[in-house]
């Protein structure tokens, strides 16, 4: 996940200078300049092989932690939810779910009230107001179809080689909710498509996320939970997942505390704030016989961690203070024109970049109100145009009339004499 745009430069090889020749003399490694296949992603308006989900996909939990919803605003989310699923009723995007909500307190209320209980207007408007907050952070482009696969993720290319799959982030560094939303939906839907591996020697998928702060930020306990627990869970797939920023109090402690692996770079105390959050940070890895951890965090130069892992039996290896190897691709942004021939090459853009709007929720209740205001106008037509029956009826009424039969009288007996 690439939220500066440097990742890309893995599709260009890199090229020497002479601060790359003398880091691999000193650790006594060839320097071969390299490129990775790989396909570009987007879950915004950049260009790319666009990434989608439909609401279905996400379902009533999932979308309900999302929005960070109370335990009534869910229970009607999951009322919407079984409602599409009665009617058969497709939700593929927002503007479908936003549909049925206002048809559940509108047009459709009594029916809504005679199958699920009384649907409060109050609540539906606290819903809609936050499906308006997703949308405004570009969730109407996520929403919808085709829907990715996440098996594409694991594919190989002509020559053997693991594509490698870079999400472009760059536009969205200000929208926490989407980014947010996007990987939930994308853990849930590999841990769910995945099969069951246990222990294996090496990962079926490796994610790195980075900046990784923004999965956090201004994130809700729920949503969290439900992160933590995937975190948890995910590892017996084969899934590995990175998480990469710059301190690791930007990463919650108990998904901290889940991961084997930590390779840390420089830490720089500016400030007393930053000494306390260095000596913080150095209590996250294994006492050291060595080192001063929060000395040395500061004191690490370019290219430089200290690194601790995990051992054939689960044990975190002693902290070593490491020098790291140049990359062998790019360590720069990819040109436009770079970018653009990377997605003309793609094998899967095509597929995954054609606009479908298919009949769904949205355009079938549409039509079921229509048929509804229908009815009521012809319902009050008929209402309003008396029978030929009730035309006569004043007439009869006349006729009949005590009034009328003795004026009739009067002029008989005038006209007798």
């Known amino acids: 996940m690439d939220v500066k745009g440097d990742l890309s430069g893995l599709a260009k090889p890199g090229e020497e200078n002479k601060h790359i020749t003398n880091r691999h003399q000193k650790i006594g490694l060839d320097y071969n300049p390299k490129k990775f296949p790989i396909e570009i992603l987007t879950i915004s308006e950049q260009d790319g092989t666009r990434l989608r989900a439909t609401v279905s996909e996400f379902g009533p939990t999932l979308l309900s932690r999302i929005l960070d919803l109370t335990d009534v605003q869910s229970g009607i989310v999951a009322v919407i939810f079984q409602y599409c699923d009665d009617h058969s009723l497709p939700l593929l995007d927002l503007k479908d779910f936003k549909k049925v ?5 509108q047009e459709g209320k009594k029916e809504f009230e005679n199958s699920y209980g009384r649907i409060s207007t109050a609540s539906t408007g606290s819903i809609l107001r936050k499906i308006v907050e997703l949308e405004q952070q570009g969730g109407d482009l996520f929403f919808g179809e085709r829907s990715f ?22 536009d969205i560094q200000d929208k926490p909710k989407l980014f947010s939303t996007f990987m939930l939906q994308l853990l849930a839907e590999i841990y769910n498509t995945f099969p069951e591996l246990g222990d294996t020697d090496r990962p079926e998928l490796v994610m790195f996320i980075d900046e990784a702060h923004l999965v956090f930020e201004n994130a809700s306990k729920t949503l969290l939970d439900h992160l ?11 899934i590995g997942i990175y998480f990469v920023t710059q301190n690791p109090k930007d990463i919650p402690s108990d998904i901290l505390s889940q991961l084997g692996l930590k390779v840390q770079h420089a830490l720089r105390a500016f400030t007393a704030k ?3 959050a260095i000596k913080l940070a150095a209590e996250n890895y294994p006492d050291s016989d060595y080192y001063d951890t929060a000395e040395v965090l500061t004191q690490l130069g370019i ?5 601790s892992a995990l051992n054939e039996k ?7 203070r490491t020098m790291m190897r140049a990359p062998m691709s790019r360590m720069d942004i990819l040109e436009e024109n770079e970018i653009e021939e990377i997605i003309d090459h793609s094998k ?23 048929d509804i205001q229908d009815e009521v106008k012809k319902t009050k037509t008929k209402r309003k145009s008396p029978a030929k029956n009730d035309l006569l009826k004043p007439i009869m009424k006349v006729v009949t009339s005590a009034t009328f039969i003795r004026g009739m009288f009067g002029l008989l007996n005038k006209v007798m004499r």
Do not use: C, H
């Open 101 to 105: 909500l206002q048809f559940a307190t």
């Open 149 to 170: 696969e996440v098996n594409d993720l694991v594919r190989i290319d002509e020559n053997g080689m693991g594509m490698i799959s870079v999400l472009r982030l760059t």
């Open 228 to 238: 933590e627990s995937t975190i948890k869970l995910i590892r017996s797939k084969g």
């Open 274 to 276: 930053d000494r306390k």
């Open 303 to 307: 290219g430089e961690a200290l690194v």
């Open 314 to 320: 689960g044990i975190p290896t002693p902290l070593a």
């Open 348 to 370: 899967i853009a095509k597929k995954y970049n054609e606009i479908i709007d298919r009949d769904s929720a949205y355009e079938m209740l549409n039509t079921k109100i229509e």
